[in-house]
């Protein structure tokens, strides 16, 4: 029997990449709703409680008020809005951190999918402080770039405007005020003790990422070096098809630059460490809209269902 799907937002840059993913399954039926009554609550309430799985695609509030109209209590909802990262009775979608984090997943009903920037932040720093390298109370930062396929259909449509302005072919530092909606869950998921220092920037390419964190070494755990720091993440993600942590011997290091649009169409991550024996630089590389977004909702769906996480993947 094939699994019901309906995708709440189909029409928005996440949810058109996760109906594309289904083009070449057949174990999934799509319920497709009327264009003219996408926004109907009656008629996307129907929707939701006829499928097996929903996917929110939707801004924070649309998201809240799709969960509100559940009444089928056998309907797994994976939201990939921010809305409920941070809820208590949520799963939170990265099933790499840890053994707890999966199970959660796959026995959960609701499911939140990490943002893009917290998906990079926190395969760095959750493992160094669950591993008691990184101390909670350390003042973390961290900066990010971005292709601007992440910013949604309007700034999809500016930055392909044959008019657009001169400053859209260059790096645009961006959340200014550190107020950027996905500082809630990099505290709340890796346990640190302050809201990360977090300075975003989006570019003139469509898609693909790396977000940095850097770090002094005396202030780390005794003895951190950079060889250290990559053995403790390399233990961490053993055996994880979707993350590779790199060597320190990579073409990153022998060319010196590490490409945000690098694994643009790829849906895992790569993490890289970098830096010398006074600082230390740790990076991930990965496509926003992969484990980014939407490949991360499909590798959650294939754990609910029991199916090889990769399934409808691109690794």
Same mark, same amino acid.
């Given at each position: 029997?094939?699994?019901?799907?309906?995708?709440?937002?189909?029409?928005?840059?996440?949810?058109?990449?996760?109906?594309?993913?289904?083009?070449?399954?057949?174990? @999934?039926?799509?319920?497709?709703?009327?264009?003219?009554?996408?926004?109907?609550?009656?008629?996307?309430?129907?929707?939701?409680?006829?499928?097996?799985?929903?996917?929110?695609?939707?801004?924070?509030?649309?998201?809240?008020?799709?969960?509100?109209?559940?009444?089928?209590?056998?309907?797994?909802?994976?939201?990939?809005?921010?809305?409920?990262?941070?809820?208590?009775?949520?799963?939170?979608?990265? +099933?790499?951190?840890?053994?707890?984090?999966?199970?959660?997943?796959?026995?959960?009903?609701?499911?939140? @999918?990490?943002?893009?920037?917290?998906?990079?932040?926190?395969?760095?720093?959750? +493992?160094?402080?669950?591993?008691?390298?990184?101390?909670?109370?350390?003042?973390?930062?961290?900066?990010?770039?971005? %292709?601007?396929?992440?910013?949604?259909?309007?700034?999809?449509?500016?930055?392909?405007?044959?008019?657009?302005?001169?400053?859209?072919?260059? %790096?645009?530092?961006?959340?200014?005020?550190?107020?950027?909606?996905?500082?809630?869950?990099?505290?709340?998921?890796?346990?640190?003790?302050?809201? +990360?220092?977090?300075?975003?920037?989006?570019?003139?390419?469509?898609?693909?990422?790396?977000?940095?964190?850097?770090?002094?070494?005396?202030?780390?755990?005794? %003895?951190?070096?950079?060889?250290?720091?990559?053995?403790?993440?390399?233990?961490?993600?053993?055996?994880?098809?979707?993350?590779?942590?790199?060597?320190?011997?990579?073409?990153?290091?022998?060319?010196?630059?590490?490409?945000?649009?690098?694994?643009?169409?790829?849906?895992?991550?790569?993490?890289?460490?970098?830096?010398?024996?006074?600082?230390?630089?740790?990076?991930?590389?990965?496509?926003?809209?992969?484990?980014?977004?939407? %490949?991360?909702?499909?590798?959650?769906?294939?754990?609910?269902?029991?199916?090889?996480?990769?399934?409808?993947?691109?690794?």
């Amino acid at each position: 029997m094939k699994t019901k799907v309906f995708i709440d937002g189909s029409a928005g840059t996440t949810g058109l990449r996760i109906d594309e993913r289904f083009a070449n399954r057949d174990d @999934v039926e799509i319920l497709k709703i009327d264009p003219e009554k996408r926004k109907d609550v009656e008629e996307r309430k129907k929707m939701i409680n006829a499928s097996d799985i929903t996917f929110l695609c939707l801004p924070d509030a649309a998201s809240r008020e799709s969960v509100s109209l559940v009444e089928n209590d056998q309907v797994c909802i994976i939201d990939t809005s921010t809305a409920h990262r941070t809820e208590a009775g949520w799963a939170y979608g990265f +099933p790499e951190l840890s053994k707890e984090h999966r199970e959660k997943i796959k026995t959960g009903k609701r499911i939140a @999918v990490p943002g893009c920037h917290a998906t990079g932040f926190i395969s760095v720093v959750y +493992p160094l402080v669950a591993n008691g390298i990184l101390p909670k109370d350390y003042p973390v930062s961290s900066f990010s770039l971005s %292709g601007y396929s992440g910013a949604g259909k309007n700034t999809i449509a500016a930055y392909q405007s044959l008019d657009r302005p001169e400053a859209f072919s260059s %790096g645009r530092e961006y959340a200014l005020t550190q107020q950027h909606k996905h500082l809630k869950e990099m505290k709340a998921i890796t346990g640190i003790d302050r809201l +990360p220092l977090f300075s975003p920037i989006i570019d003139d390419y469509y898609s693909g990422m790396v977000v940095s964190v850097p770090l002094y070494t005396d202030m780390l755990k005794a %003895g951190s070096t950079v060889e250290s720091v990559r053995d403790c993440l390399a233990k961490h993600y053993e055996g994880e098809p979707f993350i590779q942590v790199c060597p320190l011997d990579n073409e990153v290091s022998e060319s010196g630059f590490l490409p945000g649009n690098g694994l643009s169409g790829w849906d895992g991550l790569k993490i890289y460490v970098t830096g010398n024996e006074d600082r230390i630089v740790v990076s991930s590389q990965f496509d926003n809209l992969g484990k980014g977004a939407s %490949g991360a909702a499909i590798q959650c769906m294939n754990i609910v269902l029991g199916y090889d996480e990769s399934k409808g993947l691109n690794l």
